[in-house]
């Protein structure tokens, strides 16, 4: 979460935002997902997250602010396995899809 109220979160910890954002989604609401934080090795989450059939899982760093576009204060690894992560190996981001 990067603002709530006209407040700009941005510069806070990500452990404050995603505190904050988890008392805002307290209650249900259709079509939103708090994704809870695992505070255990990478590779285990990793583990689990492919097994389920995930797309892949995001690493952020405690204590990092609210940051646009390439940092160094997450990683996003992605499971090669998922169908999302075949098809976009697949393409060819020319607008052809590649032949097998």
Not at 44 to 54: D, M, N, R, T, Y
Not at 71 to 96: F, M, Q, Y
């Amino acid at each position: 979460m990067i603002e709530i109220n006209g407040q700009d979160l941005r510069r806070q910890p990500i452990e404050d935002r995603k505190l904050l954002l988890k008392e805002l989604l307290r209650k249900a609401h259709p079509g939103i997902a708090y994704n809870r934080h695992f505070d255990v090795e990478g590779g285990i989450v990793f583990h689990h997250a492919c097994k389920l059939g995930c797309e892949g899982i995001v690493s952020k760093r405690l204590g990092s602010p609210y940051t646009s576009g390439r940092v160094n204060d997450w990683l996003k690894i992605k499971n090669p396995s998922a169908p999302a992560v075949r098809r976009e190996a697949e393409e060819d981001w020319s607008g052809k899809r590649k032949t097998r």
